[in-house]
């Protein structure tokens, strides 16, 4: 089959892809289907609301980190020629940006309004300024791991992408007091999910939730391939994060132009989700924000705009994803091919046809 996008000279020369039973997890295609799912919310909410903060300074590509190259990735200039064993100093100072007054901008928002946000927090940038998830414990904020470097892991040997896990877990643990709830890479692998998992149950530490999904706009359990024979699977709770409502898209060509397209956007996406919960079907949505994007002045504005309209609705539960992950646990425990207790999972490892049993096929 020809493709437009542009391949490496080489890539027919390729192995074939190989289905892997210990890594592999099934696609869902069908999902909660055309009537969805009550997550029952507490309090009776009609939306609840998740605000991230990824914390990746200071870990992304630079030769200072024995990297090849530098980043290029979501700053003020994207894009461009990675600079090749040499350091790409105006990449640096603008992620320096982000953890000098960025986090602090946004952290001061947050505490203000008493909304408790998720802190996507990569081990080396915690390590090199461990006050910021010291701040974000301290204020009863959510720490959860974002890898320990700030790096694609795709291509990675497993055995060295299980030693970063590790790294990451151990590291997030001696600064925050306690190890990470839930997982989030961005830059995963193909291996990644079943990785996470694998070492999270080595270390015996709990894996509260994962959010490598873009799924849906409720959580859901999956099965685990490594779990198959075991007598008592205990499954992965997917909380789905977003690339929808997120400030990367400030540096994308298709993205955000200006602070009042975030706003008019975000707000958007409020409404809709906020509406169907009106109408019984309530929702989850994730906004998600970086240090060195909405964290400047220009943006900022927008961010606030937005907290503020939260603010004024009645209904709305402002959560961290381990606090929504431990309420779906606790009201919708784990049932082996099951999205959730009654909503069987319509699993298509190769693409087959696969209706979900609890539903009739469409004719």
């Given amino acids: 089959m020809t493709t437009p996008y542009p391949l490496p000279p080489d890539a027919d020369k390729v192995p074939e892809f190989q289905w892997r039973e ?39 590509h630079t030769v200072l980190n024995g990297d090849l190259h530098s980043e ?17 100093v105006n990449v640096e100072s603008e992620y320096d940006y982000g953890s000098r007054a960025g986090v602090w901008r946004l952290f001061r928002l947050f505490n203000k309004y008493n909304y408790k946000y998720t802190l996507y927090a990569v081990g080396k940038a915690i390590e090199d300024n461990p006050a910021v998830g010291i701040s974000s414990v301290k204020n009863g904020h959510d720490v959860a791991a974002h890898a320990y470097r700030w790096v694609d892991y795709a291509g990675m040997p497993p055995e060295k992408e299980k030693e970063y896990i590790k790294k990451e877990i151990e590291s997030l643990t001696k600064t925050c007091g306690a190890p990470p709830k839930g997982w989030y890479y961005g830059r995963l692998s193909s291996r990644s999910h079943a990785l996470v998992w694998e070492v999270f149950k080595e270390m015996g530490i709990p894996l509260v939730w994962e959010s490598d999904s873009y799924a849906d706009d409720l959580p859901y359990w999956i099965d685990v391939p490594a779990e198959k024979d075991e007598e008592k699977p205990q499954g992965m709770l997917m909380v789905p994060y977003s690339f929808d409502c997120n400030d990367y898209k400030f540096n994308v060509p298709t993205g955000f132009s200006s602070p009042t397209d975030f706003y008019d956007h975000v707000k958007n996406a409020f409404d809709v989700l906020y509406e169907e919960g009106c109408e019984g079907s309530p929702k989850m949505m994730t906004i998600a924000l970086h240090c060195r994007v909405l964290g400047k002045p220009g943006r900022f504005m927008a961010l606030k705009k937005i907290v503020e309209y939260i603010a004024s609705k009645e209904g709305v539960w402002v959560a961290t994803r381990t606090q929504i992950a431990e309420h779906f646990r606790e009201k919708f425990p784990y049932q082996p091919g099951y999205l959730a207790p009654g909503v069987k999972r319509a699993e298509a490892p190769r693409m087959m046809n696969a209706w979900p049993e609890h539903k009739p096929v469409p004719v």
């Fill in 72 to 88: 290029t990735h979501i700053w003020e200039a994207p894009g461009g020629t990675p600079a090749v064993q040499e350091r790409a």
């Fill in 22 to 60: 210990k890594y592999d997890f099934p696609r869902d295609l069908v999902g909660y289907g055309e009537q969805s799912f009550n997550p029952q919310w507490p309090g009776g909410a009609k939306i609840a609301v998740s605000f991230v903060i990824n914390y990746e300074e200071g870990a992304e």
